[in-house]
């Protein structure tokens, strides 16, 4: 009787262990209120008066999925993969847009005397989704401070414990310098990247790329094909906080990240709308172990997992245009394999040369022969 | 009976032979006139090419200087180095290649065969009236590693791509400064009409001008071995 109870016991357990793995995971509680605290430290020594804004660029729902709001609905950036490097790059482009397009923040406040802001900053609460955290620059002890942006989920994933964290905390990454006794100034660089194989014709002849320092726009350039897509400022105060927006564009996707010195930004060509067979394109899922549905699924940022939802792309192969067209060049076509002609002609000067001293010595074979 | 006929046929025959000669000395003449204008056109073109390459001492520091107005000169600051600059080519490969127009012709690049001693200039499309004037991208680019350049078989341009050998060092530099060293593989000898063959091979630079005659092809296949940003 013990052996049978001992094997009931085991049984459970198994069924019990199985139905962990299996059943979904708890899904997000509308009811629970979240939080955000920046920690903005420059090594020990916290970083004081620093304002912060968030933004809810995409609402979530009780299984994760999320949904632009209608600030973000148009603004062309894909939420696409959630890995941390898409999510540093989505907030970089994020950040363009609300400068450029003068978006109010959600909420806003300044780090205390222990370097930290604390989300929400009044007696309200924030709504459950993906949030772009924006840091002003500050200056403090005569050095000046540059907060990276940066993408958070509220509430956040913890793929250790299988847990959504309604409480976050985020260190901002920041750069840092010395204020110069006298102005130095940087380089700023922007490039153009096209991901639209085999439909490079649909490209925008030009585009218009606002520089912007703070919230303020500094300079709007166009690029196009005759400046290849790319332009460069120079003389700019390096102690500012300088970004790159460019204007909406329909019928891509928009990502821009500093590489370097070079704000790429990278427009990815989507496809037409398909049927609405399952969700909007806009719209994501969450949950990390696949308690949602298949066909979009959002995982937290640190995260490795493959989206779903990434927007297809024309496969059409890409035309190879830095080869010159026959017409323009003489570049042979594949029904005219013919390498041109780069030989001078030479070959007839020995023949002319050989044939006309032959003709001349029988020419003066013939008139001697006449003469005699 | 005419004077010509009691000389009989030897003057006409004369006559004839000494036009041959001079259409020979002509034709001569004629293809040393082009060799020396294709000569000058790359050397004037070179001239100000390399003007507009930025140099690699400014290059490694692309920082600006900023002068400050009603300051003294003391207040001219470099900016010390931050962020490295990578060059666009490696942020998109893809890119095309930049070009610089001269006297209404949009080159490429400089192409130095140094074993040679010469320096060229290329043109980014080619064309039979712009070969004459420098060797010229046939297909490709430095960024994808498939770029492939014609030329004219003058002594100035490509007329020397014989004496190259395996392992001589050539260099590509693009219009941002860019360097592209690569080193001689090999050299072979490709019929007109097998553009399939000057295509094949993945190789990271081709050049080619005919053989002598214009009969053939001579290809000089070459492997990158160093990509550096800037010029010496």
Redesign the interface.
Known sequence: MKIYKRRLSLLLTLIFCLAALILPTMAIDADRDVSLTVVYKDGRLPIENAEFNIYLVARADADGRLEFTDSFADCGADLGDTDAGSWRRLASTLKGIVRRDGIAPSDSTVTDGDGLARFPSGDFSLEHGLYLVVGERCVQNGRFYLSSSFMVMLPEYDSESGEWLYAVTADAKHSSDKIPEFPQTITRKVLKVWKDEGSADSRPEEIEVSLLCGGEVYDTVTLSADNNWRYSWSGLDSTLDWTVAEEKLDGYTVEVSLEGITFVITNTRTVPEKPPETTSPDTETAPPDGTTPEDTTTLPPDETHPSTTEPDVTTAPEPDVTSPTEETTGAPSPDEPVLPQTGQLWWPVPVLVSAGLVLIIAGIIAVKAREE | MSRGG????????????????V??LL??GY?LW??YRAMESSRQVMIRLEACIPKKAQSDQ?????V?AD?PDS?V????P?????P?YV??P?????ETEIDGEEYIGVLRLKPLGLELPVI?????PR?KLAP??????AY?ENLII?????RSH?GRLKELRAGDAVEFVDIDGNRFVYEVSELLT?Q?????E?NSGEWELTL???????RE?LAVRCRLVLEDYGTD
């Open positions: 009691k000389k009989g046929f030897g003057p006409i025959l004369i006559n004839i032979g000494l036009l041959l000669i259409a020979a034709l001569t293809n082009r060799e692309p920082a600006d200087t900023a400050i300051e207040a600051i470099s900016e010390p931050r962020e490295p600059e990578i666009d942020l998109n893809d890119m095309e290649m930049p980014s499309e080619w064309s039979y070969l010229c991208r046939y297909s490709g680019t994808k014609a030329g004219h078989d003058y490509f490709i007109p009409d097998d553009a399939e000057l080619f001008t005919c053989t002598p005659g214009g092809r």
